[in-house]
Structure formats: C-alpha cells, structure tokens
C-alpha cells in the first residue's frame, strides 16, 4: 500500500498490477463504491487522488492481520496525507495540507490482494476544506491519534491467546449492544446501565467518522454518539461480517453492509425520520487494555448513509460552492 501511494499518475498502473489480481475488487466510500480490476482502481481511486494531492503519502497508524473464514486479511487505520492542489470528487482545492482518513481491509491470496474494502472519511475532506453540509457535530473533530500504547503497527506474529482474548472481548461487547431493546425507552440511564458498561475501560476512547467526532468514556459515548444514533435506528441488525481477526491486544471487525436499520426516530445528523431502510458501511479497530476495550476507531460510510436519508452533501457543497455560476 506503500507503493501504491508513492507511485505517481504514470506509474500507478503497473504498481497495482505487480499488487493486485487480475479480477480483484475494490469496494470504497460513496461516490467511489465497487469497481473491479486494476486499471478500474487506477482509474476511479488512485489516479485522480494522484493529481489532487500530487505529494500523498500514506501514515498508517494501525497495521494488523488475521484469518477470518478460511481468507487471509490485513487490515489499517490510517492518513494519506497531502497538499489540495486539484479538485477532488468535486470538492475544491485548498493549496493547504489534508489528511484523508482511511480504514480498509484486504483479503490476500496467493500474496495478491483480492479484494480491498477501503472506507475513506471524504466528509472530513469538505470539513477540513471549508465547507460543513451538516449541523454541528456533537463529538470533537479531530485527526484521529495513533494507539495510546504507540504499537500499533504489528509486524510479526503476535500471541495467538491474547489474539483470541481480544476477539472474544470485542464480540461479546457487540453482542451486548445487539441484546438492548432500544423500544423499551430507557434512554439516557438505560444505555449507561446496560452490559455494555462491563467491556468498556473507564477512560475508553471512541473515534468516530467525521460528522459523529470523537468522544470521550462511556458518559461521553453515550451522550454524543450511542443515544442519538439509537433514537433514529431502534433494533438495527448488526453482524454480516467479512472480517473478524484478533492480533494481539487488537482486533476488528467489518462488514459490507455490516448494519441494517429503519430511519425510524431522532434528529440524526439534522435529518428528521425519514422511515427508509438504510444499510451501513462501518468497521470496528479495537485495542484492549487491562481485559477492557480502551479505544475504538470507527470508520463509517457517512455519506452514504445520508444519500439513503435523501440528504445529498455534494448537492449542498456544489450549492454552496458554486452558487452565482451559470
């Protein structure tokens, strides 16, 4: 991944060529999506992103692997770092440095990635431009930091019981979350009471996608993500996973969808119910700490989920960009 982001638009091709199957798939962050085959990921990914931030280069921050269902899977957390020059996706250039957020997993066969599943924060890429399509964020926005412990880059194998104990804290921690009727109307007390509190270190951090932000403990957790985003998807169903690894004191998980929901109450993200079924695009890095999850890094397919709410924030960004042009 490396060398994809220090190749340049001339030699892209053939770096995905030397790294990729002939038939590998690329699935990413709307409006980039699916496409398949090298020359469509230069085409649609690299290229462009090449000519906007001709300088990019790539500052993984996690860096982990394991083996889910019998696939090989690498997964990392991460920036692409580098100065706006050129339009990107329609959003206008800054002349100023920009850190795209990045978390991806790629299936590997035969030491070619098969399949990469990219969710790029492209809603923090407008905000760090200038322009917010969204109400305030109730989280801080921020660039998401590197492990507290400063080891998340794992390069050679790790304890396979810690690997697995780590697994097993996030999943029972995501099936307690599954188990909690959001229709009983606890609210606020309820979400603070619930097995969640079991898991969850007491100066835990949780890193959310641009629009969400960053919030602190489980107050803080509940009070700026978890309680709004229950209101407006009661009883969503979780799971669908492609990949659950543990690496030592990480572990992750994701899916494509990995969540399905009915807009059903709240105000998420300014948008009264709309009563639609949604999918989301998440993945989940954990890093446990003293047998409790201390962080939580969670790339999230934002805009998609609003253009499945009827709200379209390159519509907004074009009006608000553009306005005055014939």
């Not at 091709?13 to 699935?27: S, T």
């Not at 400063?150 to 104990?165: F, P």
């Not at 899916?255 to 709240?266: D, E, L, N, T």
Request: glycine fraction near 10%.
């Amino acid at each position: 991944m490396r060398r994809l982001a220090e190749a340049s638009p001339q030699t892209i091709d053939g770096a995905l060529a030397d790294i990729y199957a002939p038939d590998a798939l690329w699935r990413g962050s709307h409006p980039l999506n699916e496409v398949r085959g090298p020359d469509a990921i230069a085409a649609t990914v690299w290229r462009p992103m090449m000519e906007s931030f001709p300088d990019i280069e790539r500052r993984d921050t996690i860096l982990m692997g394991g083996t889910y269902q019998g696939n090989a899977l690498v997964g990392a957390v991460g920036h692409l770092c580098g100065t706006f020059r050129r339009d990107w996706l329609t959003i206008p250039a800054t002349g100023r440095p920009v850190y795209l957020r990045y978390g991806e997993f790629h299936q590997v066969v035969d030491g070619r990635i098969t399949c990469s599943t990219v969710l790029f924060d492209i809603l923090d890429v407008m905000r760090q431009a200038g322009f917010w399509p969204l109400p305030p964020s109730l989280g801080t926005e921020e660039q998401w930091p590197c492990p507290i412990s400063a080891d998340g880059i794992l390069l050679c194998e790790q304890d396979a019981a810690e690997s697995a104990r780590a697994l097993e804290l996030t999943l029972a921690m995501q099936v307690s979350l599954g188990k909690y009727d959001d229709t009983q109307a606890k609210g606020r007390d309820g979400l603070l009471v619930m097995p969640q509190k079991e898991f969850w270190h007491p100066k835990m951090m949780w890193y959310g996608p641009a629009g969400i932000g960053t919030t602190r403990g489980l107050q803080g957790f509940v009070d700026y993500h978890q309680l709004p985003f229950r209101d407006a998807f009661p009883n969503r169903r979780g799971g669908n996973h492609y990949v659950r690894i543990g690496d030592g004191k990480y572990s992750a998980t994701g899916g494509w969808p990995s969540v399905y929901a009915r807009h059903a109450g709240g105000n998420f993200l300014g948008t009264s119910p709309t009563g639609r079924d949604v999918q989301m695009r998440v993945m989940d890095f954990y890093l446990a700490d003293e047998g409790l999850i201390r962080e939580n890094w969670v790339p999230l397919d934002i805009i998609h989920l609003l253009l499945q709410m009827d709200v379209d924030v390159f519509a907004r960004m074009q009006s608000f960009f553009r306005r005055g042009q014939l």
